[in-house]
């Protein structure tokens, strides 16, 4: 039994289908959308959460693993492109380093090279934009306990992002699971904030039971920018992705589109959070957004424009239609 999620393709300009076992869907609905099931997690599930992940991560990062590439190619045949892969299959010697693989320089154009006033999107992922958390809450997180101060681990640069602007990238187990800076500045901290490893499917995420954003194990990076102000990145650890690693480190100056780390085996989430009136978003992305359905979008892909500059906007995917047609 197989259960679908409807996603727009940002490129196609169309709704695409993800597959997903039907089995897992009901177990996490169970488990994520009940009382019962939250309950079982007060008692003692989040551990073995943990313990599943980490010998899953044992797993995927030992020779044997690599008999299952094929296999996993097989299943996602029309969501990866080997083309785009930096080195050929015989070169994975583990599952996990597959999982965690480069792309050919060039694979993600970076839109508008050169202005630093527009902002891009740091994953090929699904993709859900508000304006503001209460937006976010209305249309997409159901979490009870959810807020901006709370995603940011309640420290003290959490006020800087009061009323301000969310971007959620969530990366599927077949996306390329690397992560790329959406704005240029310097990094002045990455903070990692220990937590449960819930999955950030939507069926958890949409659920007034569960808190995937401030439970889950995550890391914090503040970034300062000339053109959007302070960025908060948080990159979300989620069920069998219990690593985050980062390519750079605090103090490092970065470009936009350049990488800022991986999660290894599962799928995850980025959270950006940009300071309030920085950002003027792509009304494409919000529009979905606020029919509560993700967009597909690649590294690269332009994500919105500085409002602190008032420079004028330029042109955009902001194409507001909603396509029906399937693949």
Known sequence: MLHTLWFFDRRKKRLVEEIIDGKIVLSMRAIYQSKVGLGIMDKGAKELLQSISEKQGKKMNSAESAKDIQPFLKFFKDQINMAE???????????????????????????????????????????????????????????????????????????????????IFRLAPQDYHRFHFPVSGKIEQIVDIPGCLYTVNPIAVNSKYCNVFTENKRAVSIISTADFGKVAFVAIGATMVGSITFT????????????????????????????????????????????????????????????????????????????????
């Open 248 to 327: 750079k480190k605090t103090g490092d100056y970065v470009q936009k589109g350049d990488e800022f780390g991986y999660f290894s085996f599962g799928g995850s989430t980025v959270i950006c959070v940009f300071e309030k009136d920085s950002i003027a978003l792509d009304e494409d992305l919000l529009a979905y957004s606020a029919r509560s359905i993700e967009t597909l979008v690649s590294v690269g892909m332009q994500l919105g424009v500085s409002l602190k500059k008032r420079t004028q906007l330029p042109l955009s995917t902001s194409n507001t239609s909603f396509y029906v047609e399937t693949a």
């Open 85 to 167: 892969v930096k080195y050929p299959l015989d070169h994975f010697k583990t599952f996990n380093e597959f999982f965690i693989r480069e792309l050919k320089p060039g694979a993600r154009p970076i839109a508008y090279v050169g202005r630093d006033d527009v902002a891009v999107c740091a994953a090929d992922c699904r993709l859900m934009a508000f304006r503001t958390a209460e937006e976010s809450l209305r249309f997409w997180i159901k979490g009870k306990k959810f807020s901006i101060r709370g995603l940011l681990g309640n420290l003290p640069f959490s006020d800087t992002f009061t009323g301000g602007t969310l971007v």
